[in-house]
């Protein structure tokens, strides 16, 4: 991690109190532990064993960028010795493109999540809700000032054995296949018996690179069999 200048001086009173989007989170997604006594003071001394892993909801797609923020904002609030580690499990997988070609990529274990590892006291709370693209904790949810916005969120601490059922799904060598083609798209075949073709794609079979589309067969609807490469999914 590296210094960076100026840091947003959002206090953290004016953060808490924001309304958020209703798409919030579930906080079912995660496995929390109600039994912690989490909470330190900042004038304690800071003591690892007090460290524990918080899930943070983000906004979409803005999970690396958040990592990358609070990392160098840590440093510049003087907390990088309280927050820890910050984490955005990964697992491999494999994409098939239009064309049937295959792109390893990483997929996230849980999208629209931070994990980071922290001593939760109120300089750190504060780090963490004011970074930009931070929505909240996962955690407790304190009852509404009013039926319009959500009440306050307690951050609560991931239990150990989630913590762990996450890790080792990270790394586990799963093959997890995406396509760029669903059920439902216009595609154009572009060679073959059925060159200039145009139908509707009713079943895609990502293993086999290979598809089912409707196309119009002297007037007929007709589900013909095609390989990935031989489409162009249709805007």
């Known amino acids: 991690m590296s210094a960076v200048s100026n840091v947003d001086s959002t206090t953290e009173t004016s953060v808490i109190n924001q309304p958020v989007d209703e798409a919030f989170f579930d906080p079912d997604d995660f496995e929390i532990d109600t039994d912690l006594d989490l909470t330190v003071s900042v004038s304690e001394t800071v003591n690892i064993s007090r460290a524990y892993w918080y899930a943070i909801h983000v906004a979409s797609s803005c999970e690396n960028k958040v990592k990358t923020t609070l990392e160098k904002r840590a440093i510049t609030l003087g907390v990088s010795n309280r927050i820890l580690e910050i984490a955005i499990p990964q697992t491999p997988a494999i994409k098939i493109k239009k064309d049937g070609s295959r792109q390893s990529v990483e997929e996230k274990v849980f999208p629209g999540y931070v994990l980071v590892r922290m001593i939760l006291d109120e300089d750190t709370m504060m780090a963490v809700r004011s970074t930009p693209n931070v929505i909240n904790f996962v955690g407790q949810e304190e009852p509404r000032v009013n039926s319009r916005i959500r009440g306050h969120i307690n951050p609560m601490a991931l239990s150990s054995r989630e913590v ?47 598809l089912k589309a409707l196309l119009s067969i002297f007037g007929r609807e007709t589900p013909v069999e095609l390989e990935l490469s031989q489409i162009n999914k249709q805007n």
Do not use: M
């Open 164 to 210: 762990d059922r996450i890790f080792k799904r990270a790394l586990q060598k799963r093959t997890v296949v995406k396509v760029d083609i669903i059920q439902g798209d216009r595609v154009l075949v572009t060679c073959g018996p059925f060159k200039d073709f145009q139908g509707e794609v009713i079943e895609v079979s990502a293993e086999r690179n290979k």
